[in-house]
């Protein structure tokens, strides 16, 4: 099929263009390398694809181009750009929040009004659950997210919704649960984790390491992202997550034994925006896009481990 994926050259969107090309797929990777965190690292992340004869990189922001002319064409749209990043979501940074998550998501949906893809993939997060109180979290559980990240991911999501609701665009978005492995962003946990370990440094620990997680593994996502290709119901939410949680401060000595080094701790303070457990009920996701997770978190955990150790060279 041929496919558009933004956001490509990031850490999930490189991962799933190599599947799709591997798979067969002709794709166009659009991404504007924003400064978030070093241009290096996205640019490693998309250069083996730039020599695949069926895939081709548009370097811009989807903000200034012909959105209309770009998905001519395109059967399957996966929207996986935005301005990613929890903790620096407030203050002055939430216009840019607004602007790559809110309103480029509006403009790609109205230019797909007239282009019509036989589907729309939004890659959405858990950030949209927030305080929730129901665990392991459904797809039907209230949403109180406490990030102006997790505001806008939920806003764009909610326009999805509405665009295939009132104009029967084929939307479908997954709810991604802290995605790790190879290729991980630095600002996440597991990398500046393994980074620091690596460098003889302590390890930032926001809060008191009680906080619990829903793990979920590149390729896990991947999957899902890719079934979601033909499966699932248009206008439908999904999680997919690792299907069960960890606590934090439990992972560290499979940290120890993965490294073979002993880990030292920085307690700092916790940051507003961070939620204290994710965990998510993925038997929607099974049922509909038939996901199964198959990756240990150990597993998972030893693979990061060495691409952190070739990229800085420990």
């Given at each position: ?5 933004t956001?490509?050259?990031?850490f999930i ?11 067969g797929?002709?794709?166009t ?7 978030f965190?070093?241009r290096?690292?996205k640019?490693?992340?998309i ?10 990189l ?11 002319e ?12 935005a301005?990613?990043?929890?903790r ?30 036989l589907?729309?993939v ?6 949209v ?10 797809e039907t559980?209230?949403l ?54 690596g ?5 930032p620990i926001?809060g ?17 992202t ?28 499979m ?27 993925i ?5 509909e ?26």
């Amino acid at each position: 099929m041929i496919c558009l994926v933004t956001g490509a050259a990031g850490f999930i969107g490189s991962h799933l263009c190599r599947r799709l090309l591997k798979d067969g797929h002709t794709v166009t990777g659009v991404d504007c390398f924003t400064d978030f965190y070093p241009r290096l690292m996205k640019e490693k992340n998309i250069e083996p694809l730039l020599k695949h004869a069926r895939f081709r990189l548009i370097a811009k922001d989807l903000d200034g181009l012909d959105l209309h002319e770009i998905l001519k064409g395109v059967e399957v749209l996966f929207h996986l750009a935005a301005q990613a990043g929890v903790r620096s979501s407030w203050g002055q940074n939430f216009t840019i929040y607004t602007r790559n998550n809110i309103q480029v998501t509006q403009k790609i949906l109205e230019a797909a009004r007239d282009t019509t893809p036989l589907r729309i993939v939004y890659a959405s997060t858990s950030s949209v659950y927030g305080l929730t109180p129901i665990l392991p979290m459904t797809e039907t559980a209230p949403l109180y997210p406490v990030s102006p990240y997790g505001v806008t991911k939920l806003a764009a999501e909610q326009l999805c919704f509405l665009y295939h609701k009132s104009f029967g665009l084929p939307t479908l978005s997954l709810r991604f649960f802290t995605v790790y492995g190879p290729g991980q962003r630095p600002d996440m946990a597991f990398h500046k984790f393994f980074q620091a370990i690596g460098e003889g440094r302590e390890i930032p620990i926001f809060g008191d390491g009680r906080q619990t997680r829903d793990f979920t593994y590149i390729d896990d996502i991947v999957e899902a992202t890719v079934a979601a290709m033909t499966l699932g119901r248009p206008g439908e939410t999904y999680n997919v997550g690792g299907g069960h949680r960890e606590t934090l401060s439990d992972l560290f000595p499979m940290m120890e034994e993965i490294t073979g080094k002993k880990i030292r701790i920085a307690w700092v303070e916790k940051q507003k925006g961070d939620m204290a457990d994710t965990f998510a009920d993925i038997h929607k996701a099974r049922r509909e896009l038939g996901y199964s997770p198959r990756t240990p978190l150990e597993q998972g955990l030893r693979a990061e481990w060495n691409w952190v150790r070739e990229i800085y060279h420990f």
